[in-house]
């Protein structure tokens, strides 16, 4: 089955302990990117990567790191979480970045 | 400046109703993409439709419709004969394709559509 995986899908961590959000598609799409969404934002994009070792900042990329190694794997890291990043984050592909994008489930953080 | 604007935060029709959700745009690229998802209560999102900038023909899917007009920088969706499955936070989406902002993908703040039985 086609799809985008992430993982975790929920985590509850403090601040200043790094963590790194997976995701992983099976696709062989091109285009990955993460978004955070937040009530009343929408969602906006952190990172995305046009292709392996291509990554590039979105509109808030402060605070989150990324690395595209392989094609299926875009993890997200946040060396030093803070309680303004919590949110509720999006993994996507696409075969390209001018096609439809195929999201995650979502991975609910919680920064206390 | 916001590069897409959805200025209806939240609408309320009854069922049978039709309503149309507005999606305004701002891009200075000839060649750029335009997309609508939706996310329903469960939370998942899902690709609705995808327009390039130079195909400006409506397009009719089903009870939903697009009208894409570049001359007002819109890109609006109208659902017919609106069902309470329609109930949904619904986003449009601009990807620029030209100089530095290619690869970018901006989407709107959602309008919240709760259609009632």
């Known amino acids: 089955e086609a799809q985008v995986t992430q993982n975790p899908r929920y985590l509850i961590t403090v601040t200043g302990k790094k963590l790194t959000v997976t995701c992983s598609q099976n696709m062989n799409h091109e285009y990955m990117s993460w978004y955070r969404q937040d009530p009343g934002l929408g969602l906006r994009q952190i990172y995305y990567?046009?292709?392996?070792?291509?990554?590039d900042k979105g509109d808030v990329p402060e605070g989150y790191k990324v690395s595209r190694k392989e094609k299926r794997n875009f993890p997200l890291i946040l060396e030093s979480p803070s309680p303004n990043q919590t949110s509720l984050y999006f993994c996507a592909s696409s075969l390209r970045h001018e096609y439809e994008q195929y999201f995650g489930p979502g991975t609910r953080l919680t920064v206390t | 400046a916001q590069k897409v604007t959805q200025a209806q935060t939240e609408i309320s029709v009854v069922e049978k109703e039709d309503v149309t959700l507005d999606c305004v745009y701002e891009?200075?690229?000839?060649?750029?993409?335009l997309f609508w998802y939706k996310q329903p209560p469960s939370g998942e999102l899902v690709f609705l439709i995808r327009?390039?900038?130079?195909?400006?023909q409506n397009e009719i899917s089903g009870r939903y419709s697009w009208n894409f007009q570049k001359s007002t920088s819109s890109f609006n969706f109208t659902i017919t004969a609106s069902q309470v499955v329609d109930s949904a936070v619904y986003f449009c989406?601009?990807?620029?394709?030209?100089?530095?902002?290619?690869?970018?993908?901006?989407f709107g703040r959602g309008t919240q559509l709760t259609v009632w039985p």
């Open positions: 990567s046009m292709n392996v070792e291509v990554t």
């Open positions: 891009t200075r690229d000839t060649t750029y993409y």
């Open positions: 327009r390039n900038s130079f195909d400006e």
């Open positions: 989406a601009l990807s620029e394709a030209e100089g530095s902002t290619l690869g970018r993908l901006y």
